[in-house]
């Protein structure tokens, strides 16, 4: 069942409870089935989002590890609602790469854009703080076709419109 602690105005998980009762959610052989499949296929990367916040989903570490197992690079979004120590070193230890959601710098902002409160800004805010000194250390360097690329484990990912955008540029 797609589970989410957020109702972000951009969101599309009302679409997907619409689904519910369909079998719109993988169970979590179908889901390392999949990752195997598509490892098969040459796939290298992965990307776990959508149908809500993925680090609510109890079964999240376990798909974390069978795509490390499978030498896969994986990348998580978040809304950073749930980050803590113990989590974060986990995803690290497992080579994720973590996509932070942050549309606004602006708590009255980000409490209308993710349907949350100012007191779960200041939450997000820690926690991205948090992920910052956990992955401290961890970009990687790679060279691809003689060229220097540098790979960064933690990212931030805004939706920018008219309202967040003078808040993001601080």
Known sequence: KPICNFRCRKCFLEGIQQLQGKNAVLDLKEIHAILQSAKDAGVAAIQLSGAGEPLL???????IEQANKLGMITNLATNCSTLEPGLLRFLKENDVTITLSLDTRD???YAKLSGTSRKMFYQVEKNILLAQEVYAGTRQNLFSDGELIYIYRLAIHATINGGSADSLES
Not at 57 to 63: E, G
């Open 57 to 63: 989903d109890r079964r999240i570490n376990k798909v």
């Open 107 to 109: 708590p009255a902002d």
